[in-house]
């Protein structure tokens, strides 16, 4: 296993894959705006999409169905098992986001919907290093995430996730070699603050 993978992280999310797929696995479950951005996100790319960080894979499944060249990548089995079987007709495969397995700049854009949110702060970028030496010239790159006035850890269902203030996220994408090209932040009554970046890879 590669020893940038927080072993937590994947531990947490193998023993509750099931519960995860049947509460959230599913394009049931996705706010509608989420689904509306991700679709003219994914519009807009051009090639092979990279849903980086699949869990139990519909957002991969969705995006194959809408006619996209798709593969969905997940660092814990059970996850790529549970997708597999819902999908059988889409690419998966077990992998990380620090090591996806693609080669240099064969990927039109990159799907990185919660993946990150787990990550220690000064580990992100290293995840964000591999999608942008996987990603096109010109692709792009959009990831969801928590948002807060600070950056600071919480308790989550899962186990530890961060909140991040937009801007400072931003930042770190920035940093990592991607021009940031649209914001997004979300607070519906009852759920966790959102956010979204929308970033194209810049040389
Ligand atoms: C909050 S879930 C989001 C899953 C899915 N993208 C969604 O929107 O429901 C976080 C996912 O990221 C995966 N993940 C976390 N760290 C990873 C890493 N370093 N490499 C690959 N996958 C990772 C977890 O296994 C889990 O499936």
Redesign the pocket.
Known sequence: M?D???ER??QA?DER?EE?AAA??SMAA?HPSDRARVESWAAACDGLLV??????G??TAHLAGLGHRVVG????PR?VDIARRSAPDVSFRV????ATGLGAGSAGGV?????????DPEAVPD?LAEFRRVTADGGGLLV?AFSGAALEPFDHA?TA?WRWPTDRLAAVIDEAGFAVVDVEERADAGVRPHLAISAVRVR
Do not use: I, N, Q
């Not at 990548?73 to 814990?76: A, T």
């Not at 992998?95 to 620090?98: K, R």
């Open positions: 590669d940038r993978v927080d992280v994947r999310y894959a995860y959230l696995g996705v849903d980086a960080g699949c869990g139990p519909h957002w990548l997940d660092v814990v996850f992998a990380t986001l620090e799907l990185s919907w919660y993946s990150l949110v787990h990550h995840a969801g899962v996730a």
